[in-house]
């Protein structure tokens, strides 16, 4: 079975750090870009971070630029979301998801994120 | 960089209905976009990917349509378990999602 599971939410002071962490299984993970999907209390979806497959490739929203950190290591079929100065406004519910990326000629035109994990939730209170 | 706004943003109806749902672009994606169901304290799941593709699995009374800037989800019978809400989605912009309740 394809599968992501997250880990690693709980409740942080403001400027604190955590680090999430999601593990693959029942696919070839190191064939797929990943990404990093969150959701406020009540509030939409926002994409937050992807990373290419041999890691060599990142992007964050800008909101996060400076602070989060994504990795992954194929080894261990797992994804990473280091969250460093966390601020109230990144509580949220923080989902992985596996990516079918259309890309050519060094640029993509699209991200579908086709499997998730079912999320864990950050909170940033003090 | 693209915006993508849904119309409407709640929408009521009932059983056996036919729904649709616009997400327009603020600037033209060519078929780049997807869309998803998310139920509530569930993950999203992704119903249509290429402006048109259904995923593996999704029911054929979903489907997807348009190119460029302006693009419709149609339920062509609504279910019981099709009340939730539906994001449209390219690259990293999501739309501000469409809430389908029962009427």
């Known amino acids: 079975e394809v599968q992501l599971v997250e880990s690693g939410g709980g409740l942080v002071q403001p400027g604190g750090s955590l680090r999430l962490s999601c593990a693959a299984s029942g696919f070839t993970f190191s064939s797929y870009w990943m990404s990093w999907v969150r959701q406020a209390p009540g509030k939409g979806l926002e994409w937050v971070a992807n990373?290419?497959?041999?890691?060599?490739?990142?992007y964050y929203v800008d909101s996060v630029k400076g602070r989060f950190t994504i990795s992954r290591d194929n080894a261990k079929n797992s994804l990473y979301l280091q969250m460093n100065s966390l601020r109230a406004e990144d509580t949220a519910v923080y989902y992985c998801?596996?990516?079918?990326?259309?890309?050519?000629?060094?640029?993509?035109?699209?991200?579908?994120?086709?499997?998730w994990g079912q999320g864990t939730m950050v909170t940033v209170s003090s | 960089d693209i915006q993508l706004t849904q119309s409407p943003s709640f929408l009521s109806a009932s059983v056996g209905d036919r729904v649709t749902i616009t997400c327009r672009a603020s600037q033209g994606i060519s078929s780049y976009l997807a869309w998803y169901q998310q139920k509530p304290g569930k993950a999203p799941k992704l119903l249509i990917y290429a402006a048109s593709t259904l995923q593996s699995g999704v029911p054929s009374r979903f489907s997807g349509s348009g190119s460029g800037t302006e693009f419709t989800l149609t339920i062509s019978s609504l279910q019981p378990e099709d009340f939730a809400t539906y994001y449209c989605q390219q690259l990293g912009t999501f739309g501000q999602g469409t809430k389908v309740e029962i009427k």
């Open positions: 990373i290419k497959q041999d890691g060599s490739e990142k």
């Open positions: 998801a596996r990516v079918i990326a259309d890309c050519s000629g060094g640029s993509c035109y699209s991200w579908a994120f086709d499997i």
